[in-house]
């Protein structure tokens, strides 16, 4: 990959909850870079305005992939965990290694790259070089290239059974 953008699709958009708001944060489209030879990826421009000047570079929920969450949507994904229960063994196996992995006060550099940190790049990128950086809805969602291609082909597998879930979701409604 030469880091170029591959692909000009995403797309800004406003939901009329966030009508009127400086901008929506509201994360879509997909595109391919690879990461330079200090770890640094480019982050497109509609992302880095979304995601502000500083923000957190974390494992998935699933540590398959990297999750870069604007500050306000990581603090409201700590709540979550907070409200969950401290007590609980599992959980708080799940949230060491989840911190241990998460990296906040972030920043992009005057060419729009983020460093993402040698532990994560080891642990769940695998150190490849090319990655497919995804709109998450609520964060930015950076892959490895060829751990897209298994998630797709796993996508088209399941999609009469999701087509199925989503249309008795849909029937629930009426």
Same mark, same amino acid.
């Given at each position: 990959?030469?880091?170029?953008?591959?692909?000009?699709?995403?797309?800004?958009?406003?939901?009329?909850?966030?009508? @009127?708001?400086?901008?929506? #944060?509201?994360?879509? @489209?997909?595109?391919?870079?690879?990461?330079?030879?200090?770890?640094?990826?480019?982050?497109?421009?509609?992302f880095?305005?979304?995601?502000? %000047?500083?923000?957190?570079? !974390?494992?998935?929920?699933?540590?398959?992939?990297?999750?870069?969450?604007? #500050? %306000?949507?990581?603090?409201?994904?700590?709540? #979550?965990?907070?409200?969950?229960?401290?007590?609980?063994?599992?959980?708080?196996?799940?949230? /060491?290694?989840?911190?241990?992995?998460?990296?906040?006060?972030?920043?992009?550099?005057?060419?729009?790259?983020?460093?993402?940190?040698?532990? +994560?790049?080891?642990? +769940?990128?695998r150190?490849? =070089?090319?990655?497919?950086?995804?709109?998450?809805?609520?964060?930015? =969602?950076?892959?490895?290239?060829?751990?897209s291609?298994? !998630?797709?082909?796993?996508?088209?597998?399941?999609?009469?059974?999701?087509? %199925?879930?989503?249309?008795?979701? /849909?029937?629930?409604?009426?």
């Open positions: 990959m030469d880091g170029s953008n591959n692909d000009q699709n995403a797309i800004s958009t406003e939901t009329p909850k966030n009508a @009127g708001k400086s901008r929506s #944060t509201r994360f879509i @489209g997909s595109f391919n870079h690879s990461l330079d030879t200090k770890g640094r990826l480019v982050i497109p421009q509609n880095r305005d979304k995601l502000g %000047e500083t923000f957190c570079v !974390a494992p998935s929920f699933d540590f398959k992939s990297v999750a870069i969450y604007p #500050t %306000e949507k990581w603090e409201e994904r700590n709540e #979550t965990y907070e409200k969950l229960g401290k007590l609980n063994p599992a959980l708080n196996r799940y949230l /060491e290694q989840f911190y241990a992995l998460s990296y906040d006060e972030q920043t992009c550099d005057g060419q729009g790259r983020v460093l993402l940190p040698a532990n +994560i790049r080891q642990k +769940i990128l150190e490849e =070089r090319d990655m497919e950086i995804t709109g998450a809805n609520d964060h930015v =969602r950076v892959a490895a290239l060829s751990a291609g298994d !998630a797709w082909k796993s996508f088209n597998d399941e999609l009469p059974q999701l087509l %199925e879930l989503i249309a008795g979701l /849909e029937a629930q409604k009426e």
